[in-house]
């Protein structure tokens, strides 16, 4: 088990920039990606950025070119970068952890609010 805590989420206009961090406490040795994921009302769940221990990345295509996801490993951090945000944009984002058996643990999330 970790304990994952997100901070960073907050009200912006259209166009506006935020970053997200969550910092892993815990069993760290055990994550093998971390990543986040973002729910929408009525919307299931997204993943919408994964970075690997090695350092891979995928963003899902709906944020491509607008988010980008890092990792700070001396600080067990992960970071989401959003850039020109917009209203679709605005969910829940919830940080996770994937260990090496598959099981995905996620943080309590944090609102994003995008207003046009």
């Known amino acids: 088990q970790v304990r994952l805590v997100e901070s960073g989420g907050g009200l912006v206009q259209a166009g506006g920039s935020l970053r997200l961090s969550c910092t892993a406490s815990?069993?760290?040795?055990?994550?093998?990606?971390m990543g986040w994921y973002r729910q929408a009302p009525g919307l299931q769940l997204e993943l919408v950025a994964s970075i690997t221990t090695t350092g891979s990345t995928y963003v899902a295509d709906s944020v491509k070119g607008r988010f980008s996801i890092s990792r700070e490993d001396a600080q067990n951090k992960i970071y989401l970068q959003m850039n020109n945000l917009e209203p679709e944009d605005t969910a829940v984002y919830y940080c996770s952890a994937e260990f090496y058996w598959s099981e995905i643990q996620r943080g309590r999330g944090t609102q994003v609010t995008v207003s046009s």
């Open positions: 815990g069993s760290i040795s055990s994550i093998d990606s």
